[in-house]
């Protein structure tokens, strides 16, 4: 019912993607596209999304198994109704948990990449340059590197903290039990 080709050559693609390094990847957009805020999404997405395509497979091969999708097969349900009315609804959690988890990620790395000069450049606002500016002027205004990364630090934490959060409260196993 699931699987076959489609899923075979989505996994082979993730794997080809989980072997290139993420920052060998945007200097190649670059080179190819320029540099920016669009190509350095570009990069980021694509360098990306191999993990949570995985980890969201894993999810839908575990619920396949489940009584509630063989009960739909049984009852002559069709394969694109189980997926709408079965399967998505209960991946979406996982999803959500994904996106909330990968901000931080995405955050670091734009500001890590502009901090090296590989990201975003002025005047657009980012961490990364602030920082950047800061390491520039750190022996007379450490501030001027410290309020950055403090800022950088806080908010990937408020963003894995909401992501524990959200995975505890639309994890089925975790509900009911507090």
């Known amino acids: 019912m699931f699987g076959g080709l489609v899923d075979e050559v989505m996994m082979r693609m993730a794997d ?21 805020l669009a190509t350095l999404v570009i990069a980021l997405v694509a360098g ?7 980890q969201i497979r894993g999810e839908v091969l575990r619920l396949k198994e489940l009584e509630f999708v063989h009960a739909a097969k049984v009852l002559g349900t069709g394969t694109g109704s189980i997926i709408l009315r079965h399967l ?12 909330t ?6 955050i670091f790395s734009e500001a890590f990449l502009s901090f090296i000069g590989l990201g975003i450049e002025p005047p657009m606002a980012s961490w990364g340059v602030v920082a950047k500016e800061g390491a ?9 590197l410290l309020i950055p990364s403090l800022f950088i630090c806080l908010t990937m934490l408020a963003f894995n903290l909401f992501g524990d959060g959200l995975r505890d409260a639309l994890d089925p196993k975790l509900r009911g039990t507090r």
Request: aromatic letters at 8%.
């Open 136 to 144: 520039r002027v750190f022996q007379t205004y450490p501030h001027e």
């Open 48 to 54: 990306s999304w191999s993990r949570s395509a995985r």
């Open 16 to 36: 080809v993607v989980a072997t290139v390094p993420e920052l060998l990847l945007v200097i190649l957009l670059q080179v190819v596209m320029g540099s920016g």
């Open 88 to 99: 998505l609804p209960n991946v979406m959690g996982t999803v959500l948990v994904l996106l």
């Open 101 to 106: 988890v990968g901000v931080p990620y995405a």
